[in-house]
Structure formats: C-alpha cells, structure tokens
C-alpha cells in the first residue's frame, strides 16, 4: 500500500507539473514573459500562487524550463528523422521538415523567446546557457555525421562535416528567425525546398545536381 501511495503521489506531483507549464505557455504567449506575473499563470492553471512556488523557483526557472523540454522534443525529433536507413538528402529533408512542423506550432512560445531575450532585464543563468549550449552542440554531432555519410556515399562534396552541419544550421535560423518577427505570416513549411536547394546546391557534387 505504502509503494501505490508512492507512486500515486508521483503521478500527481508529474500531472501537477504538467499542468502549470501549459497554463505558463498560454500566458506567456498571451502576455509576453516581462509582464507575465506567477499569480496569472496561477490562475491559469487553477492552483494556488504558492503551489506554483513548491515545483518553480520562480517565474525566470518556470520559463527557462519550458524552453529547455521544448529543445529537448526537438532534438528527439531530429534524432529519429536522422537515424533512419536512408540518404543523407531524405535524411536531411525529413529532420528539417520535423523541426519547421514543430517550431510553427510552438511559434507563439519561441516568438516570444526571440522578441525579448535581448532586453536589459532579461537575465539567462549560466547552468540553463550551458544546457542550451550542450543540446545544440548533440543536433550540430547529428547533423554531421549524415554529412559524413553523404560524403562516404559519394553525394556530398569532400568538406569538414562540422562546418557543413554549422553552415546548414546557421541556415535554418536565419529562416526561422525571420518568420517568427515578420509581421506578415506565411507557413514556415513553405521555406523548406528553398532552404534544401540553397544548402545541397553548395554541398552536393556536380554530377549530382546533373
């Protein structure tokens, strides 16, 4: 009985959890993260403001680590689309796809992330940095070593994988970033094939663009 009672309140603490980080994404969408109070997400979630406090420090943590499980996703994403048996062209295709997908359903959220990380008051602590830092430096070693496949196939031309990863990387972010400010919204999907067609023309090997 002690052990169900264990596991049941497990399974509360984790829904509970659950729980507050959507109703802090809603308000966060809704009203940005500087003017978001805990009491709003509070409400939100329909808890009390001080059970807030018993699963976040604060308002900074509750936010960074909405944006640390959303890193996360994607980089399981990724992961999938890259460790499929196929070439590194579909390979690449399919991740991308995968990470446009989930970025335009999440575009509130890291809109929001992009707008106001630059402002005076915002504040990154060093270890969530450091986590930031360390999960894209798994998506840059899984970008590369496709291009190390497509190299090894005889697709890709013979470059450092690590600088074609970072260079196809940089590509992506410069895209996504000038969907989430534009103030005219069009599918990020849409800037796929420009995307693929821009990186694999400078990568693949003359007779595979023939």
């Known amino acids: 009985m002690k052990a169900e009672t264990i596991n049941r309140k497990a399974r509360e603490h984790l829904a509970h959890r659950e729980e507050i980080l959507s109703a802090a ?8 993260f500087f003017t978001t109070k805990m009491n709003d997400i509070a409400q939100e979630a329909e808890f009390g403001t001080g059970t807030l406090y018993k699963y976040f420090k604060s308002k900074e943590e509750l936010f960074f680590t909405l ?24 390979k690449i295709k399919k991740a ?26 915002w504040t990154i602590k060093e270890d969530f940095r450091k986590g930031i830092h360390m ?3 798994t998506y ?30 940089g590509m992506v972010n410069s895209f996504v970033f000038e969907w989430l400010v ?3 919204y069009y599918p990020l999907i849409s800037k796929l094939d420009t995307v693929l067609g821009i990186f694999l023309g400078g990568v693949q090997r003359m007779e595979r663009r023939q």
Request: proline letters at 2%.
């Open 25 to 32: 994404e809603k308000v966060f969408a809704a009203k940005g």
């Open 67 to 90: 944006f640390d499980e959303k890193m996360e996703e994607i980089n399981r994403l990724v992961k999938t689309e890259l460790s499929q048996r196929t070439p590194a062209e579909e």
């Open 96 to 121: 991308l796809m995968s990470l446009f997908e989930f970025i335009e359903k999440n575009r509130d959220f890291f809109r929001i992330f992009i707008s106001e990380q630059n402002r005076s008051e």
């Open 135 to 137: 999960k894209r430096i």
């Open 140 to 169: 840059i070693n899984l970008l590369a070593k496709v291009m190390s496949q497509g190299i090894q196939e005889g697709r890709f031309k013979s470059m450092d994988p690590m600088d074609m990863a970072y260079s196809l990387l």
């Open 182 to 184: 534009s103030q005219q």
